[in-house]
Structure formats: structure tokens, C-alpha cells
């Protein structure tokens, strides 16, 4: 096929693409618009499974503390709102909580 009548074909090609798509827009504007589909509540969960506790005791000389315990009352001395680091001495019976880079001592009662 020469040059020339391959460009007419491909012309004529698109005119009829474009007709098509014309036709395509008219008959989706002519037509009722449709309302979304309601969205679906979403499926209720299966009960949530408890969660495991894990407590964390420390025992020496065959005496015991909690370390929440110890962290509640770390956060007592040295307020409620700072980040602490605790480090628990039970052969001294002390925790030393560090704040920043200030320490504070505190008694650590093994009962």
C-alpha cells in the first residue's frame, strides 16, 4: 500500500473512533445518572481476644516487689510527666531513676 492511502485509511480510521466515542458520551449523558452504591457497613469483628498480662517481679532475699510497683513510685518522686530510666539495686534495696542526666535515689522495700 502506498504511503498516501495508508494515511487516508488511518484518517478515515480515527474519524470513526472519534464518531464512536461522541456517540458513546452522548448516550451517558442522556441516560439517568446512577446513585453510588452504599457503601456496606464493614463486618463486625469477632470478639477481641484478651490480651496475655505479663507481671514482672523482683525477689531477693526471699522477698518480693513488683516493678510496677517500683515504677509507680519512681514516677511519684520525680513527676508524673518526665521519662525516667530505673535501675534497681535489691542488694541495696535502692532504685536509682534517671532523669535527663539527673539521678535520684530511692528505698526499694522487699516485703
Do not use: H, L, W
Request: proline letters at 5%; a neutral charge; charged letters at 35%.
Amino acid at each position: 500500500m502506498a504511503p498516501r492511502k495508508k494515511a487516508a485509511a488511518a484518517q478515515a480510521e480515527v474519524k470513526e473512533v472519534k464518531e464512536e466515542v461522541k456517540a458513546a458520551v452522548e448516550e451517558a449523558a442522556e441516560a439517568p445518572a446512577k446513585k453510588p452504591a452504599a457503601k456496606k457497613a464493614p463486618a463486625k469483628k469477632a470478639a477481641a481476644k484478651a490480651e496475655a498480662k505479663a507481671e514482672v517481679v523482683i525477689e531477693f532475699g526471699g522477698a518480693q516487689v513488683s516493678v510496677d510497683e517500683i515504677v509507680k513510685n519512681a514516677k511519684i518522686t520525680v513527676g508524673e510527666d518526665k521519662d525516667v530510666k530505673i535501675y534497681v539495686k535489691p542488694e541495696e534495696s535502692k532504685a536509682y531513676i534517671v532523669v535527663g542526666e539527673e539521678t535520684v535515689e530511692m528505698d526499694v522495700y522487699f516485703c
